[in-house]
């Protein structure tokens, strides 16, 4: 019998590359092109959520009715992958430690199927991976932060899409969720999934154990320790 593959969700900012203020500056001009104000984007909290709720909670905020906002959601979405993609070629994102030797190796192993589950829209994606360097290609499966609204809906929808795939099975305890935020650990715990975290964004080590993922580290440079995880979770 066929060993069943393990199949690795990741996030995206903070778990595989850093992209810092960079993401705010391209979410305000976007915004502002389509409602001509970008709220408060300055002092707002993106990490964990998807940007169907940042660019939702910005723009209430910002006094706009919601019928609006739903309207203008499409060309919101829209306008954020063209700054995105224009941008990437100059944003120099930065991808964390250890990521690059860790995907090269999965990258190698049929015992392991990788997908995405980013709060990012998921057309603007390809571009922010490429600017850090990494092959979307990758990631045979996602979803996405333009598909719903709510983060924790996330990993169910992208295990749907990777179902339709013939001879594919996907019992929940082949499947880890990999993030740098409580709100991954919650998306997880939410689909009855097991995540395992990194330090490595805007959550240190500590609040993160508080959360209580199944595995948790600084970050991806001990590749061999990484992959022992991904091999027994």
Known sequence: MTDIPRILLFDIDGTLLGSGE???????????D?????????????????????VTDLI????????????????????LTRHMEAAAPTLEMRVLPGVTELLEQLSDRPEFILGLVTGNVREAVPAKLLAAGIDPAMFRFGA??????????????????????PGVPIPKEKVLVIGDTPRDIECARFTGLKVFCVATGRYDRQVLAEHHPDYLLDDLS???????????F
Do not use: C
């Open 60 to 79: 209430l905020q910002a006094g706009i009715e919601s019928e609006v906002v739903e309207d203008k959601r499409s060309a919101t979405f829209a306008a």
């Open 22 to 32: 960079k993401v705010k500056i391209l979410m305000r001009r976007a915004l502002e």
């Open 144 to 165: 996405f932060g333009s598909e719903h609204p709510d983060r924790n809906a996330l990993p169910a929808l992208a295990l749907s899409r990777l179902e339709q795939s």
């Open 222 to 232: 001990e590749t061999e320790a990484v992959l022992s995880i991904l091999r027994q």
């Open 34 to 54: 389509v409602f001509g104000t970008a709220g408060q984007v300055d002092s707002y909290e993106m990490s964990g959520k998807t940007d169907w709720q940042i």
